[in-house]
């Protein structure tokens, strides 16, 4: 079992939906949750970074963690083509001696 | 965006060569780090660095060496280039150790 599950994709929805991204994990020693935007041939863009549990918002985009479930999600509301990329997510322990995990990725399709 | 150049930004090189791949930053972080992206393994951390002449490595270091001999470069060295070292290198830069990153825009190499 990998150590950080996300669902690959793709995820196609009709511009302006709700999205959902998700990524469950199995490290209870995970602390700091970040998600990343990839677009085709680029490098990872920091979205969202948040620090144990909780919401955190960022215009359309909310981070949410949660600890007892170990899963965290981002929703991206009002969404639109150029949301279309592949969706990274990533955790790492407190301290910062142990590495940062990556998801594989999830890829969404935005529809016009 | 965040000042990481990465070059060259694509290589094709033979079996058994040696191959450098170099990452600039002009953002003075202390924390530098090499990654590999191939499909269905997400981002892979290969070595790190904590400053000039500090590196450590990561989970997939066989075959690879770095070097920092300045603070803003951070040199990924390929002894003998293989076929399963072909993938699309990303470098990355932090404040801190293992917490949120920027990524330079990725160097597509491919070992024939």
């Known amino acids: 079992q990998k150590e950080v599950e996300q669902d690959p994709g793709p995820l196609s929805v009709p511009e302006g939906a709700i999205v959902s991204l998700n990524c469950t994990y199995s490290n209870s020693a995970f602390q700091y949750f970040m998600w990343y935007r990839q677009y085709s041939r680029k490098g990872p863009e920091l979205l969202m970074y948040?620090?144990?549990?909780g919401n955190k918002e960022d215009g359309r985009f909310t981070a949410q963690v949660d600890k007892s479930s170990k899963y965290i999600s981002l929703f991206i509301r009002d969404s639109q083509p150029s949301d279309s990329a592949t969706y990274l997510c990533a955790m790492s322990e407190a301290g910062g001696y142990q590495k940062v995990t990556f998801g594989i990725g999830t890829k969404l399709q935005v529809i016009p | 965006d965040a000042g990481i150049t990465q070059s060259p930004r694509h290589k094709v090189t033979e079996t058994g060569t040696p191959v450098t791949l170099r990452c600039h930053q002009t953002e003075n972080h202390r924390y530098m780090y090499w990654y590999r992206q191939d499909p269905g393994h997400g981002l892979r951390l290969i070595h790190y660095s904590y400053g000039v002449k500090d590196t450590d490595k990561g989970e997939v270091s066989d075959g690879y060496s770095v070097s920092r001999s300045k603070t803003e470069d951070f040199l990924l060295t390929l002894e003998s280039a293989t076929s399963s070292q072909t993938s699309v290198y990303f470098c990355?830069?932090?404040?801190?150790?293992?917490?949120?990153?920027?990524f330079g825009q990725g160097t597509r190499l491919t070992v024939v």
């Open positions: 990355a830069i932090s404040e801190q150790l293992n917490t949120e990153a920027f």
């Open positions: 948040t620090y144990s549990s």
